[in-house]
């Protein structure tokens, strides 16, 4: 995949849904907005894979929701996807998570509050992570955050996962999943190691990295937690479960050719990566 439109379309008609002979009982499919900034590079990918889901689905730039904030009641799902936003020039996604705090920071919420459905992947996980959409900060600030990966390196890779969905319907019965990671900044961290303990205990940590049996990886397993995040954390939803963020890219592997095995194992009639967005769309129907 590259910034451009997806080109490889293989099997995507048996992978997309038909809405020709859609059943007259069945629910509208909810439409989602793909979110992008400037350094934004996988908003096309995102929209492939939320169409592919079936979803009508839009990209919309920041600054055209910033003007017309009414727009985010055309969607029932909103997705900020993967990039290096604002060149990702004061941290990874602090720009892009300060201009929706401070200029669409009310419509955000009262979009979660309708039951509306929030995703950031990879750069929009950082940016989910500092708007405080996933947890709120305290007096003394910020309780998690997603750094420098700990050997100080960019990791682009595939990694395993293990879901405990509880109330993220993202994440519905999912149990395990091989995903493709690239980032720089993933290193999930807490202020205080009781942070974690609660976030586990409320059902909030519903992503870790595992090894390829599914264990949960150590903290200095660098083949099975590449970015040394603690407690393996690769995936966050907030208390409602509605908003989820991950920093593994499910949107890189919807089309069965994608996985880097494929010829070996054969093909995946269903990606792991669309498992994610075909559970979003299905949450509204």
Known sequence: MTDGQPSNNLYISA????????DPYMMTPPRALVLRAPGTNCDHETAFALETAGAPTERLHLSEVRAKPSLLKRFQILVIPGGFSFGDDAGAGAIFACQLRHFLGNELRAFRDAGNLVLGICNGFQVLVRTGLLLLPDDEGP????TRNTNGRFEDRWVHLR?????????????RMHL?????????????????????????VVLRYTNAAGVPADVDDRNANPNGSQGAVAGLCDATGQVFGLMPHPERHVLPTQHPRWTRE????????????RNAVASFT
């Open 143 to 146: 309780l998690i955050s997603l």
């Open 163 to 175: 879901a405990r969905p509880g109330k993220c319907p993202f994440l519905a019965a999912i149990d």
């Open 180 to 204: 493709p990671m690239a980032h720089g900044e993933g290193r999930f961290i807490t202020r205080q190691e009781w942070i974690l303990q609660g976030l586990e205990q409320a059902g909030q």
């Open 15 to 22: 992978l997309s849904t038909d809405h020709s002979e859609t």
């Open 266 to 277: 054969g093909l995946s009639e269903a990606p792991d990566g669309l498992q994610i967005f």
